[in-house]
């Protein structure tokens, strides 16, 4: 008998309108490729609360467009939430002050839950640059691709070893 394993997800960036939610759409597009939709719950949320609320923001939906990741029109920013550190099996900032805003928000890190996306990708220490300040919304989905990419790799092969 197989175990129903469900992976849930949390990215977290500054705002909730540009990086997390990308993250969320690429990570949600991903794992449904690989047939694997229904093991994994992918949400985003803010560290902030300026932009509560505020759908995505225009030049990051034009950039998942253009990549062919839907999205949902009808997300919107919404804060971290308390319950959210019991709720997620991991919490993944673009950003050292994603993680630092994270874990303060939470009181520390216990459970080793909470990750710096591209630390997936090979990269450890390195950040996802904000695009709202860079504009360089084609470097963001680059980072944001080679993180959820890697993340998924290694959460494959701890479900298919659950599995067996």
């Given amino acids: 008998m197989h175990k129903q394993v469900v992976t849930r997800?949390?990215?977290?960036?500054?705002?909730?309108?540009?990086?997390?939610?990308?993250?969320?759409f690429v990570m949600k597009q991903l794992v449904s490729e690989a047939g694997l939709a229904e093991k994994f719950y992918i949400e985003s949320a803010a560290t902030s609360w300026e932009e509560i609320g505020n759908p995505i923001y225009p030049p990051a939906k034009a950039k998942l467009r253009e990549h062919g990741v839907p999205f949902g029109a009808e997300k919107r920013a919404q804060p971290l939430k308390a319950a959210h550190y019991q709720d997620f099996d991991l919490l993944i900032g673009m950003d050292a002050a994603n993680i630092r805003n994270t874990r303060r928000f939470f009181g520390g890190d216990g459970a080793g839950k909470v990750h710096l996306l591209l630390d997936y990708a090979g990269r450890p220490g390195q950040e996802v640059a904000d695009?709202?300040?860079s504009g360089d919304f084609e470097a963001a989905y680059r980072d944001i691709m080679a993180g959820c990419r890697g993340l998924l790799d290694i959460l494959q092969k701890g479900i298919m070893r659950d599995e067996i």
């Fill in 9 to 24: 997800i949390l990215f977290i960036c500054h705002g909730n309108i540009c990086r997390s939610p990308m993250a969320e």
């Fill in 131 to 133: 695009p709202w300040y």
